[in-house]
Protein backbone atom coordinates (compact mmCIF):
# COMPACT_ATOMS: atom_id res chain seq x y z
CA UNK A 1 0.00 0.00 0.00
CA UNK A 2 2.85 1.98 0.63
CA UNK A 3 6.49 1.68 -0.41
CA UNK A 4 9.65 3.45 0.27
CA UNK A 5 12.74 3.15 -2.39
CA UNK A 6 16.00 4.17 -1.36
CA UNK A 7 14.22 7.48 0.08
CA UNK A 8 16.52 10.32 1.37
CA UNK A 9 15.34 13.60 2.45
CA UNK A 10 17.44 16.77 2.91
CA UNK A 11 16.10 20.15 4.12
CA UNK A 12 18.23 23.21 3.25
CA UNK A 13 20.70 24.57 5.68
CA UNK A 14 20.86 20.71 7.44
CA UNK A 15 24.27 18.78 6.71
CA UNK A 16 22.92 15.57 7.16
CA UNK A 17 20.29 14.09 5.78
CA UNK A 18 16.79 13.65 7.64
CA UNK A 19 15.90 10.44 6.38
CA UNK A 20 18.43 8.30 4.79
CA UNK A 21 18.02 5.66 2.23
CA UNK A 22 14.94 4.41 3.42
CA UNK A 23 13.26 1.50 2.20
CA UNK A 24 10.17 0.74 3.55
CA UNK A 25 6.63 -1.09 2.79
CA UNK A 26 3.69 -1.22 4.85
CA UNK A 27 0.85 -3.69 3.70
CA UNK A 28 -2.73 -3.16 3.44
CA UNK A 29 -4.55 -3.84 6.21
CA UNK A 30 -1.51 -2.86 8.64
CA UNK A 31 -1.31 -0.45 11.76
CA UNK A 32 2.12 0.65 12.20
CA UNK A 33 3.79 3.09 14.75
CA UNK A 34 6.16 4.78 14.03
CA UNK A 35 8.51 5.69 17.10
CA UNK A 36 11.55 7.72 17.77
CA UNK A 37 12.79 10.58 19.80
CA UNK A 38 12.12 14.63 19.36
CA UNK A 39 13.39 15.62 16.11
CA UNK A 40 14.48 12.40 14.35
CA UNK A 41 12.10 12.72 11.56
CA UNK A 42 9.03 11.16 12.39
CA UNK A 43 6.96 13.90 10.69
CA UNK A 44 9.20 13.82 7.85
CA UNK A 45 8.36 10.41 7.45
CA UNK A 46 4.53 10.75 7.77
CA UNK A 47 4.72 13.40 5.52
CA UNK A 48 6.45 11.90 2.07
CA UNK A 49 3.40 9.53 2.25
CA UNK A 50 1.36 12.01 1.01
CA UNK A 51 3.71 14.25 -0.66
CA UNK A 52 3.40 17.07 1.91
CA UNK A 53 7.19 16.86 2.11
CA UNK A 54 8.61 17.87 -0.03
CA UNK A 55 5.88 19.56 -2.17
CA UNK A 56 5.20 22.08 0.93
CA UNK A 57 7.77 21.76 3.66
CA UNK A 58 10.42 22.53 1.09
CA UNK A 59 13.98 20.51 1.31
CA UNK A 60 14.86 17.29 -1.12
CA UNK A 61 13.46 14.10 -1.36
CA UNK A 62 15.35 11.77 -3.55
CA UNK A 63 14.23 7.94 -4.44
CA UNK A 64 10.96 7.24 -4.57
CA UNK A 65 7.34 7.15 -2.92
CA UNK A 66 4.40 5.21 -4.37
CA UNK A 67 0.74 5.20 -2.65
CA UNK A 68 -1.77 2.72 -3.75
CA UNK A 69 0.47 2.55 -6.92
CA UNK A 70 1.07 6.31 -7.17
CA UNK A 71 4.14 8.47 -7.72
CA UNK A 72 4.47 11.11 -4.73
CA UNK A 73 7.01 12.86 -7.16
CA UNK A 74 4.07 13.51 -9.81
CA UNK A 75 0.49 13.23 -7.55
CA UNK A 76 0.93 16.53 -5.30
CA UNK A 77 -1.45 16.11 -2.17
CA UNK A 78 -4.45 17.00 -3.13
CA UNK A 79 -4.20 14.46 -5.99
CA UNK A 80 -3.73 11.33 -3.13
CA UNK A 81 -6.39 13.13 -1.22
CA UNK A 82 -8.87 10.24 -2.15
CA UNK A 83 -6.38 7.38 -0.80
CA UNK A 84 -4.56 9.29 2.28
CA UNK A 85 -6.25 10.97 5.23
CA UNK A 86 -3.93 13.20 7.26
CA UNK A 87 -4.23 14.51 10.80
CA UNK A 88 -1.20 16.69 11.78
CA UNK A 89 0.06 17.62 15.14
CA UNK A 90 -1.79 21.41 15.52
CA UNK A 91 -5.16 20.56 14.44
CA UNK A 92 -5.88 24.70 14.66
CA UNK A 93 -3.37 24.78 11.53
CA UNK A 94 -5.22 22.22 9.60
CA UNK A 95 -8.52 23.79 9.72
CA UNK A 96 -9.99 25.24 6.54
CA UNK A 97 -13.65 26.12 7.52
CA UNK A 98 -15.20 27.99 10.92
CA UNK A 99 -17.29 25.58 12.33
CA UNK A 100 -17.27 21.57 12.96
CA UNK A 101 -20.34 20.33 10.93
CA UNK A 102 -18.18 22.24 8.53
CA UNK A 103 -15.43 20.86 8.74
CA UNK A 104 -16.33 17.55 8.74
CA UNK A 105 -18.22 17.50 5.48
CA UNK A 106 -15.09 19.30 3.99
CA UNK A 107 -13.02 16.83 2.82
CA UNK A 108 -15.93 15.05 1.32
CA UNK A 109 -17.18 18.23 -0.49
CA UNK A 110 -13.87 17.96 -2.32
CA UNK A 111 -14.23 14.47 -3.48
CA UNK A 112 -17.77 15.78 -4.78
CA UNK A 113 -19.65 12.84 -2.22
CA UNK A 114 -23.35 12.63 -2.72
CA UNK A 115 -24.78 15.20 -0.12
CA UNK A 116 -27.13 12.35 1.25
CA UNK A 117 -23.87 10.05 1.94
CA UNK A 118 -21.94 13.40 3.23
CA UNK A 119 -25.11 13.84 5.39
CA UNK A 120 -24.90 10.10 6.84
CA UNK A 121 -21.29 10.42 7.77
CA UNK A 122 -21.02 13.38 9.03
CA UNK A 123 -23.83 12.19 11.55
CA UNK A 124 -21.79 8.87 12.58
CA UNK A 125 -18.22 11.06 13.09
CA UNK A 126 -20.52 12.98 15.52
CA UNK A 127 -21.25 10.39 17.49
CA UNK A 128 -18.00 8.34 17.46
CA UNK A 129 -16.03 11.51 18.69
CA UNK A 130 -18.72 12.53 21.44
CA UNK A 131 -18.69 15.86 19.12
CA UNK A 132 -22.72 16.07 18.48
CA UNK A 133 -23.56 18.55 21.48
CA UNK A 134 -20.49 20.88 19.67
CA UNK A 135 -21.64 20.67 16.02
CA UNK A 136 -22.71 24.17 15.50
CA UNK A 137 -19.82 25.57 17.41
CA UNK A 138 -16.88 27.98 16.21
CA UNK A 139 -13.77 25.79 15.83
CA UNK A 140 -11.35 28.49 17.24
CA UNK A 141 -14.15 28.58 20.41
CA UNK A 142 -12.94 24.52 21.01
CA UNK A 143 -11.16 23.67 24.26
CA UNK A 144 -8.04 21.81 22.89
CA UNK A 145 -9.02 18.39 22.86
CA UNK A 146 -12.06 19.14 20.91
CA UNK A 147 -10.32 20.72 18.31
CA UNK A 148 -8.46 17.30 18.21
CA UNK A 149 -11.32 15.37 17.92
CA UNK A 150 -12.77 17.46 15.22
CA UNK A 151 -9.29 17.28 13.04
CA UNK A 152 -9.70 13.31 13.26
CA UNK A 153 -13.23 12.93 12.56
CA UNK A 154 -12.59 15.48 9.47
CA UNK A 155 -10.49 13.06 8.13
CA UNK A 156 -12.42 10.15 8.89
CA UNK A 157 -15.40 11.05 7.28
CA UNK A 158 -13.54 10.97 3.71
CA UNK A 159 -13.32 7.13 4.17
CA UNK A 160 -9.85 7.24 3.21
CA UNK A 161 -7.99 3.67 2.88
CA UNK A 162 -4.77 5.13 3.99
CA UNK A 163 -4.78 7.14 7.67
CA UNK A 164 -1.92 9.14 8.72
CA UNK A 165 -1.81 9.80 11.98
CA UNK A 166 1.11 12.48 13.79
CA UNK A 167 0.48 11.95 17.49
CA UNK A 168 -3.42 12.01 17.22
CA UNK A 169 -3.64 11.72 20.87
CA UNK A 170 -1.71 14.23 22.19
CA UNK A 171 -4.41 16.36 23.68
CA UNK A 172 -7.01 13.96 24.50
CA UNK A 173 -8.06 12.64 27.72
CA UNK A 174 -7.04 9.18 28.53
CA UNK A 175 -10.83 8.28 28.02
CA UNK A 176 -11.02 9.93 24.77
CA UNK A 177 -7.94 8.48 23.17
CA UNK A 178 -9.11 5.44 23.97
CA UNK A 179 -12.02 5.93 22.13
CA UNK A 180 -10.14 7.30 19.08
CA UNK A 181 -7.92 4.27 19.02
CA UNK A 182 -10.33 1.53 19.26
CA UNK A 183 -12.11 3.22 16.25
CA UNK A 184 -8.74 3.35 14.49
CA UNK A 185 -8.54 0.08 14.92
CA UNK A 186 -11.81 -0.87 13.96
CA UNK A 187 -11.25 0.75 10.58
CA UNK A 188 -7.91 -1.50 10.22
CA UNK A 189 -9.88 -4.56 11.14
CA UNK A 190 -12.97 -4.20 9.23
CA UNK A 191 -12.10 -2.16 6.56
CA UNK A 192 -8.59 -3.20 5.87
CA UNK A 193 -7.38 0.88 6.29
CA UNK A 194 -3.87 1.16 6.88
CA UNK A 195 -2.75 3.17 8.98
CA UNK A 196 0.92 4.86 9.71
CA UNK A 197 0.43 6.66 13.41
CA UNK A 198 3.26 8.36 15.34
CA UNK A 199 2.85 8.94 19.11
CA UNK A 200 4.86 9.48 22.44
CA UNK A 201 2.65 8.30 24.25
CA UNK A 202 3.21 4.78 23.37
CA UNK A 203 1.64 3.41 26.34
CA UNK A 204 -1.43 4.62 24.77
CA UNK A 205 -1.04 2.85 21.37
CA UNK A 206 1.28 -0.03 21.81
CA UNK A 207 -1.20 -2.61 22.18
CA UNK A 208 -2.76 -1.66 18.70
CA UNK A 209 0.27 -1.78 16.92
CA UNK A 210 1.25 -4.51 13.82
CA UNK A 211 4.52 -3.22 13.86
CA UNK A 212 6.76 -0.61 14.75
CA UNK A 213 8.57 1.97 12.47
CA UNK A 214 11.74 2.78 14.92
CA UNK A 215 13.43 5.92 13.91
CA UNK A 216 16.90 5.92 15.77
CA UNK A 217 17.80 9.14 14.85
CA UNK A 218 20.49 8.32 11.98
CA UNK A 219 18.59 8.81 9.14
CA UNK A 220 17.83 5.10 9.27
CA UNK A 221 14.38 2.98 10.27
CA UNK A 222 14.14 0.04 11.77
CA UNK A 223 10.87 -2.41 11.04
CA UNK A 224 9.91 -5.06 13.60
CA UNK A 225 7.12 -6.58 15.38
CA UNK A 226 6.52 -4.38 18.67
CA UNK A 227 8.02 -6.92 20.89
CA UNK A 228 11.18 -7.31 18.62
CA UNK A 229 11.75 -3.26 18.70
CA UNK A 230 10.68 -2.89 22.17
CA UNK A 231 13.28 -5.06 23.28
CA UNK A 232 16.16 -2.50 22.38
CA UNK A 233 14.98 0.44 21.56
CA UNK A 234 15.81 3.69 23.50
CA UNK A 235 12.31 4.34 23.94
CA UNK A 236 9.90 2.40 25.28
CA UNK A 237 6.52 2.56 27.19
CA UNK A 238 6.52 2.10 31.35
CA UNK A 239 4.96 -1.70 30.50
CA UNK A 240 8.02 -2.07 28.72
CA UNK A 241 10.37 -0.77 31.30
CA UNK A 242 8.82 -2.59 34.12
CA UNK A 243 9.25 -6.00 31.59
CA UNK A 244 12.86 -4.78 31.04
CA UNK A 245 13.36 -4.56 34.85
CA UNK A 246 11.77 -7.41 35.67
CA UNK A 247 13.21 -9.30 33.20
CA UNK A 248 10.70 -10.94 31.39
CA UNK A 249 10.50 -13.20 28.67
CA UNK A 250 8.31 -12.73 25.98
CA UNK A 251 7.93 -8.63 27.09
CA UNK A 252 4.48 -8.08 27.77
CA UNK A 253 2.55 -5.13 25.92
CA UNK A 254 -0.46 -5.49 27.12
CA UNK A 255 -1.76 -4.52 30.37
CA UNK A 256 -3.64 -8.36 31.11
CA UNK A 257 0.00 -10.11 30.00
CA UNK A 258 2.04 -7.88 32.07
CA UNK A 259 -0.14 -8.47 35.15
CA UNK A 260 0.71 -12.02 35.01
CA UNK A 261 3.69 -11.73 34.16
CA UNK A 262 3.51 -9.98 37.32
CA UNK A 263 2.67 -12.17 39.93
CA UNK A 264 5.32 -12.80 41.40
CA UNK A 265 6.86 -9.43 41.43
CA UNK A 266 2.95 -8.69 43.70
CA UNK A 267 3.91 -11.54 46.10
CA UNK A 268 7.74 -10.12 46.90
CA UNK A 269 6.47 -6.58 47.53
CA UNK A 270 3.59 -7.43 48.92
CA UNK A 271 3.13 -5.06 52.13
CA UNK A 272 6.38 -2.85 51.59
CA UNK A 273 5.54 0.54 50.62
CA UNK A 274 7.02 2.21 47.64
CA UNK A 275 9.25 5.48 48.24
CA UNK A 276 8.34 8.40 47.57
CA UNK A 277 8.25 9.39 43.76
CA UNK A 278 9.12 13.03 44.63
CA UNK A 279 10.98 14.65 47.72
CA UNK A 280 9.28 15.53 50.86
CA UNK A 281 9.56 19.23 51.22
CA UNK A 282 11.57 20.33 54.36
CA UNK A 283 9.99 23.87 55.17
CA UNK A 284 6.22 24.65 56.00
CA UNK A 285 5.68 25.92 52.51
CA UNK A 286 4.18 29.25 52.04
CA UNK A 287 0.90 29.79 50.21
CA UNK A 288 1.94 31.78 46.75
CA UNK A 289 -1.55 31.85 45.18
CA UNK A 290 -4.83 32.16 46.72
CA UNK A 291 -7.23 31.79 44.64
CA UNK A 292 -11.35 32.03 45.41
CA UNK A 293 -14.72 31.51 43.52
CA UNK A 294 -12.99 32.06 40.45
CA UNK A 295 -15.56 31.98 37.70
CA UNK A 296 -15.16 32.29 33.69
CA UNK A 297 -18.24 31.93 31.33
CA UNK A 298 -17.98 32.76 27.44
CA UNK A 299 -21.13 34.06 26.14
CA UNK A 300 -22.81 33.35 29.32
CA UNK A 301 -22.23 29.78 29.08
CA UNK A 302 -20.18 28.60 32.73
CA UNK A 303 -16.68 26.95 31.96
CA UNK A 304 -15.41 27.34 35.60
CA UNK A 305 -17.49 27.60 38.23
CA UNK A 306 -16.21 29.36 41.84
CA UNK A 307 -13.04 27.42 41.84
CA UNK A 308 -11.22 27.52 45.42
CA UNK A 309 -7.60 26.82 44.75
CA UNK A 310 -4.75 27.64 46.87
CA UNK A 311 -0.88 26.98 45.50
CA UNK A 312 1.86 26.17 47.57
CA UNK A 313 5.54 27.02 47.50
CA UNK A 314 7.00 23.65 46.73
CA UNK A 315 4.34 21.80 45.46
CA UNK A 316 3.57 20.28 41.80
CA UNK A 317 -0.44 19.97 41.38
CA UNK A 318 -1.42 18.50 38.22
CA UNK A 319 -4.27 19.68 36.67
CA UNK A 320 -6.32 16.82 35.37
CA UNK A 321 -10.25 16.28 33.95
CA UNK A 322 -12.26 15.68 30.64
CA UNK A 323 -11.75 17.79 26.97
CA UNK A 324 -13.45 20.70 27.99
CA UNK A 325 -13.66 20.51 31.93
CA UNK A 326 -11.98 23.74 31.82
CA UNK A 327 -8.52 23.21 32.63
CA UNK A 328 -7.45 25.64 30.45
CA UNK A 329 -9.74 28.47 31.12
CA UNK A 330 -9.37 28.30 35.03
CA UNK A 331 -4.92 28.44 34.25
CA UNK A 332 -5.96 31.37 32.06
CA UNK A 333 -7.73 33.05 34.65
CA UNK A 334 -5.27 32.67 37.32
CA UNK A 335 -2.73 34.22 35.18
CA UNK A 336 -4.90 37.21 34.62
CA UNK A 337 -4.68 37.56 31.19
CA UNK A 338 -8.00 35.31 30.65
CA UNK A 339 -11.35 36.23 31.29
CA UNK A 340 -12.34 36.03 34.98
CA UNK A 341 -16.16 36.54 35.69
CA UNK A 342 -16.13 36.36 39.24
CA UNK A 343 -13.76 35.66 42.18
CA UNK A 344 -10.77 36.67 43.32
CA UNK A 345 -6.77 35.96 42.85
CA UNK A 346 -4.49 36.98 45.35
CA UNK A 347 -0.51 36.71 44.90
CA UNK A 348 1.04 37.51 48.45
CA UNK A 349 3.71 39.62 47.13
CA UNK A 350 7.64 38.47 48.51
CA UNK A 351 8.81 41.07 51.73
CA UNK A 352 5.15 41.49 53.17
CA UNK A 353 3.71 43.71 51.08
CA UNK A 354 0.18 43.87 49.69
CA UNK A 355 -1.28 40.85 47.89
CA UNK A 356 -1.48 41.54 44.04
CA UNK A 357 -3.75 40.55 41.79
CA UNK A 358 -2.16 39.47 38.23
CA UNK A 359 -5.66 40.71 36.24
CA UNK A 360 -4.57 44.22 37.56
CA UNK A 361 -0.69 43.93 36.85
CA UNK A 362 0.89 45.44 33.08
CA UNK A 363 0.79 41.64 31.10
CA UNK A 364 4.96 41.72 31.80
CA UNK A 365 4.57 42.40 35.62
CA UNK A 366 1.80 39.59 35.49
CA UNK A 367 4.33 37.77 33.70
CA UNK A 368 6.89 37.83 36.36
CA UNK A 369 4.26 36.68 39.15
CA UNK A 370 2.54 34.16 37.11
CA UNK A 371 4.11 32.51 34.22
CA UNK A 372 1.79 30.29 32.00
CA UNK A 373 2.81 28.26 29.33
CA UNK A 374 0.22 28.09 26.56
CA UNK A 375 -1.21 24.81 25.14
CA UNK A 376 -0.57 26.18 21.55
CA UNK A 377 3.32 27.11 22.66
CA UNK A 378 3.87 28.76 19.23
CA UNK A 379 1.31 31.57 20.13
CA UNK A 380 4.40 32.96 21.96
CA UNK A 381 7.42 32.44 18.86
CA UNK A 382 7.70 35.90 16.18
CA UNK A 383 11.19 36.16 15.73
CA UNK A 384 13.30 35.14 13.11
CA UNK A 385 15.62 32.85 14.51
CA UNK A 386 15.91 30.34 17.80
CA UNK A 387 19.02 32.51 19.07
CA UNK A 388 16.72 35.63 19.24
CA UNK A 389 14.61 34.30 20.94
CA UNK A 390 15.97 32.78 23.60
CA UNK A 391 18.11 36.25 23.96
CA UNK A 392 15.05 38.22 23.76
CA UNK A 393 14.05 35.89 27.15
CA UNK A 394 16.94 36.53 28.51
CA UNK A 395 16.64 40.43 28.16
CA UNK A 396 13.47 40.65 29.39
CA UNK A 397 13.92 38.45 32.80
CA UNK A 398 14.86 40.27 35.29
CA UNK A 399 14.91 37.28 37.54
CA UNK A 400 18.29 37.38 39.40
CA UNK A 401 21.86 35.75 38.66
CA UNK A 402 20.50 32.07 40.12
CA UNK A 403 17.84 31.31 37.37
CA UNK A 404 19.89 29.81 34.48
CA UNK A 405 19.56 31.32 30.66
CA UNK A 406 16.80 30.22 28.64
CA UNK A 407 19.63 28.47 26.02
CA UNK A 408 20.73 25.78 29.25
CA UNK A 409 17.09 25.40 30.14
CA UNK A 410 16.56 24.91 25.88
CA UNK A 411 19.58 22.43 26.32
CA UNK A 412 18.56 20.50 28.95
CA UNK A 413 14.86 19.80 27.27
CA UNK A 414 16.35 19.22 23.19
CA UNK A 415 19.97 19.61 23.15
CA UNK A 416 21.42 20.10 19.75
CA UNK A 417 18.97 22.70 18.36
CA UNK A 418 20.95 25.19 16.05
CA UNK A 419 20.79 28.86 17.08
CA UNK A 420 19.96 30.29 13.36
CA UNK A 421 17.01 27.56 12.61
CA UNK A 422 13.52 29.76 12.07
CA UNK A 423 11.37 28.55 14.83
CA UNK A 424 8.86 27.72 12.20
CA UNK A 425 10.99 24.79 10.92
CA UNK A 426 11.54 23.20 14.66
CA UNK A 427 10.03 19.81 15.17
CA UNK A 428 6.56 20.34 17.56
CA UNK A 429 8.76 19.10 20.00
CA UNK A 430 11.39 21.61 19.97
CA UNK A 431 8.91 24.50 19.49
CA UNK A 432 7.59 23.45 22.52
CA UNK A 433 10.96 22.97 24.28
CA UNK A 434 11.69 26.45 23.04
CA UNK A 435 8.56 27.91 24.46
CA UNK A 436 9.34 25.68 28.11
CA UNK A 437 13.05 27.42 28.19
CA UNK A 438 11.54 30.86 27.39
CA UNK A 439 8.90 31.20 30.03
CA UNK A 440 11.17 29.24 32.32
CA UNK A 441 13.79 31.65 32.35
CA UNK A 442 11.63 33.94 33.77
CA UNK A 443 11.32 32.26 36.85
CA UNK A 444 8.15 33.25 38.43
CA UNK A 445 7.13 32.19 41.85
CA UNK A 446 4.32 30.49 39.85
CA UNK A 447 4.63 28.69 36.80
CA UNK A 448 1.46 27.23 34.95
CA UNK A 449 1.92 24.53 32.47
CA UNK A 450 -0.98 23.90 29.59
CA UNK A 451 -0.40 20.70 28.21
CA UNK A 452 3.13 20.70 28.80
CA UNK A 453 4.61 17.10 27.16
CA UNK A 454 2.52 17.19 23.86
CA UNK A 455 4.62 15.92 21.74
CA UNK A 456 7.94 15.36 24.00
CA UNK A 457 9.65 12.03 24.40
CA UNK A 458 9.81 10.27 27.12
CA UNK A 459 13.67 12.25 27.73
CA UNK A 460 12.16 15.47 27.10
CA UNK A 461 9.68 14.57 30.00
CA UNK A 462 12.09 13.28 32.38
CA UNK A 463 14.33 16.35 31.58
CA UNK A 464 11.15 18.51 32.13
CA UNK A 465 10.25 16.62 35.62
CA UNK A 466 13.97 17.69 36.34
CA UNK A 467 13.38 21.15 35.70
CA UNK A 468 9.91 20.83 37.72
CA UNK A 469 11.97 19.22 40.25
CA UNK A 470 14.30 22.21 40.63
CA UNK A 471 11.71 24.57 40.43
CA UNK A 472 9.49 23.13 43.54
CA UNK A 473 12.99 22.77 45.33
CA UNK A 474 13.24 26.56 44.73
CA UNK A 475 9.91 26.92 46.51
CA UNK A 476 8.02 27.67 43.25
CA UNK A 477 4.52 26.46 43.08
CA UNK A 478 4.08 24.23 39.35
CA UNK A 479 0.70 23.12 38.41
CA UNK A 480 0.44 21.27 35.02
CA UNK A 481 -2.43 20.57 32.82
CA UNK A 482 -2.43 17.30 31.69
CA UNK A 483 -3.80 14.31 30.58
CA UNK A 484 -0.39 12.24 30.16
CA UNK A 485 -0.69 10.02 33.54
CA UNK A 486 2.31 8.76 33.42
CA UNK A 487 3.56 11.99 33.51
CA UNK A 488 1.64 12.71 36.48
CA UNK A 489 2.65 9.87 38.17
CA UNK A 490 6.21 10.29 38.23
CA UNK A 491 5.84 14.72 38.83
CA UNK A 492 3.43 15.65 40.78
CA UNK A 493 2.41 15.48 44.26
CA UNK A 494 -0.86 16.58 44.56
CA UNK A 495 -3.36 15.81 41.96
CA UNK A 496 -6.91 17.97 41.00
CA UNK A 497 -9.18 16.66 38.89
CA UNK A 498 -12.03 19.25 37.18
CA UNK A 499 -15.43 17.97 36.08
CA UNK A 500 -17.70 20.43 34.12
CA UNK A 501 -15.95 23.39 35.51
CA UNK A 502 -15.84 22.56 39.21
CA UNK A 503 -13.00 20.92 41.18
CA UNK A 504 -14.35 17.14 41.68
CA UNK A 505 -11.01 15.46 43.61
CA UNK A 506 -8.28 17.23 45.42
CA UNK A 507 -5.29 14.93 46.65
CA UNK A 508 -1.91 13.35 47.18
CA UNK A 509 -1.51 12.32 43.69
CA UNK A 510 -1.00 8.40 44.70
CA UNK A 511 -4.57 8.53 46.65
CA UNK A 512 -6.48 10.27 43.28
CA UNK A 513 -5.09 8.37 40.71
CA UNK A 514 -4.35 4.82 42.21
CA UNK A 515 -7.92 4.49 42.57
CA UNK A 516 -9.08 5.84 39.32
CA UNK A 517 -9.10 3.65 36.21
CA UNK A 518 -8.92 6.32 33.89
CA UNK A 519 -5.81 8.02 35.48
CA UNK A 520 -4.02 5.14 36.89
CA UNK A 521 -0.22 5.11 35.43
CA UNK A 522 0.53 1.41 33.98
CA UNK A 523 2.77 0.46 36.54
CA UNK A 524 -0.14 0.80 39.09
CA UNK A 525 -2.57 -1.46 36.82
CA UNK A 526 0.03 -3.75 36.58
CA UNK A 527 0.77 -3.95 40.33
CA UNK A 528 -2.94 -3.23 42.21
CA UNK A 529 -3.84 -3.28 44.58
CA UNK A 530 -0.62 -2.00 45.41
CA UNK A 531 -0.06 1.60 45.48
CA UNK A 532 3.14 1.49 43.25
CA UNK A 533 3.03 4.56 40.96
CA UNK A 534 6.46 4.40 38.45
CA UNK A 535 8.90 1.52 37.38
CA UNK A 536 11.23 3.57 39.57
CA UNK A 537 9.62 2.82 42.43
CA UNK A 538 9.38 -0.92 41.43
CA UNK A 539 13.20 -1.14 40.09
CA UNK A 540 14.43 0.13 43.93
CA UNK A 541 12.37 -1.81 45.80
CA UNK A 542 13.65 -5.51 43.83
CA UNK A 543 16.97 -5.21 44.64
CA UNK A 544 19.22 -7.45 41.35
CA UNK A 545 19.23 -10.75 42.80
CA UNK A 546 15.37 -10.44 43.37
CA UNK A 547 14.78 -9.42 40.16
CA UNK A 548 16.12 -12.29 38.54
CA UNK A 549 14.12 -14.73 41.33
CA UNK A 550 11.00 -12.60 39.73
CA UNK A 551 11.23 -14.09 36.56
N1 LIG B 1 10.40 22.49 6.71
C1 LIG B 1 11.56 22.27 7.34
N2 LIG B 1 12.66 22.99 7.04
C2 LIG B 1 13.84 22.77 7.67
N3 LIG B 1 14.03 21.83 8.62
C3 LIG B 1 12.97 21.07 8.97
C4 LIG B 1 11.69 21.25 8.36
N4 LIG B 1 10.82 20.36 8.92
C5 LIG B 1 11.54 19.65 9.82
N5 LIG B 1 12.83 20.08 9.87
C6 LIG B 1 13.90 19.51 10.72
O1 LIG B 1 13.99 18.12 10.43
C7 LIG B 1 14.14 17.36 11.64
C8 LIG B 1 13.02 16.32 11.72
O2 LIG B 1 11.76 16.97 11.96
P1 LIG B 1 10.42 16.17 12.14
O3 LIG B 1 9.35 17.16 12.36
O4 LIG B 1 10.27 15.20 11.02
O5 LIG B 1 10.74 15.37 13.49
P2 LIG B 1 9.78 14.50 14.43
O6 LIG B 1 10.47 13.21 14.68
O7 LIG B 1 8.43 14.43 13.85
O8 LIG B 1 9.77 15.34 15.76
P3 LIG B 1 8.63 15.45 16.90
O9 LIG B 1 8.68 14.18 17.64
O10 LIG B 1 9.10 16.59 17.74
O11 LIG B 1 7.35 15.72 16.18
C9 LIG B 1 14.14 18.36 12.78
O12 LIG B 1 15.47 18.59 13.19
C10 LIG B 1 13.52 19.61 12.19
O13 LIG B 1 14.08 20.77 12.80
N1 LIG C 1 -13.38 31.31 23.53
C1 LIG C 1 -14.34 30.44 23.84
N2 LIG C 1 -15.61 30.67 23.48
C2 LIG C 1 -16.60 29.79 23.80
N3 LIG C 1 -16.39 28.65 24.49
C3 LIG C 1 -15.15 28.38 24.88
C4 LIG C 1 -14.06 29.24 24.57
N4 LIG C 1 -12.93 28.70 25.08
C5 LIG C 1 -13.30 27.54 25.69
N5 LIG C 1 -14.63 27.33 25.56
C6 LIG C 1 -15.39 26.19 26.09
O1 LIG C 1 -15.23 26.15 27.50
C7 LIG C 1 -15.09 24.81 27.96
C8 LIG C 1 -13.79 24.67 28.74
O2 LIG C 1 -12.69 24.80 27.84
P1 LIG C 1 -11.19 24.64 28.32
O3 LIG C 1 -10.31 24.95 27.14
O4 LIG C 1 -10.98 25.42 29.55
O5 LIG C 1 -11.15 23.07 28.64
P2 LIG C 1 -9.93 22.12 29.00
O6 LIG C 1 -10.31 21.38 30.23
O7 LIG C 1 -8.66 22.89 29.02
O8 LIG C 1 -9.99 21.13 27.76
P3 LIG C 1 -8.83 20.28 27.00
O9 LIG C 1 -8.45 19.17 27.91
O10 LIG C 1 -9.53 19.76 25.78
O11 LIG C 1 -7.73 21.24 26.68
C9 LIG C 1 -15.17 23.93 26.71
O12 LIG C 1 -16.46 23.40 26.57
C10 LIG C 1 -14.86 24.88 25.57
O13 LIG C 1 -15.50 24.47 24.38
Known sequence: MI??????????????????????TVEEGELCLVVGHTGVGKSTLLGAVNGLVPHFTGGTLHGRVLVDGRDTAEHPPRELAD???????????GFVTDTVEEELAYAMEQLAIPPATMRKRVEETLDLLGLA???HRAL?????????RVAIGSVLT?????????EPTSALDPTAAEEVLAAVTRLVHDLGVTVLLAEHRLERVVQYADRVIHLPGDGRVVCGSPAEIFRTSSIAPPIVELGRAAGWDPLPLSIRDARRAAAPVRARLAGTAPAPVRPVPAAAPAELLKARGVTVTYQGVPAVR????HLRGGEVTALMGRNGSGKSSLLWALQGSGPRKAGTVH???????KDADPQKLSAAGARRL???????PTDLLYLESVQQELDQADSESDAGTDSPAAREILDRLAPGIDDATHPRDLSEGQKLALVLAIQLSAAPRVLLLDEPTRGLDYRAKAELIRIVDDLAAEGRAVVISTHDVEFVARAADRVVVMAEGDIVADGPTGEIIVASPVFAPQTAKILAPLPYLTVAQVASALPDDETDRAR
Open 140 to 148: YELSGGQQQ
Open 83 to 93: VVGVVGQDPLD
Open 3 to 24: HFDQVTVRYEDTAEPVLRDVDL
Open 370 to 376: VGLVPQT
Open 306 to 309: AVDL
Open 158 to 166: AHPRILVLD
Open 347 to 353: IPTAGGG
Open 133 to 135: DLR
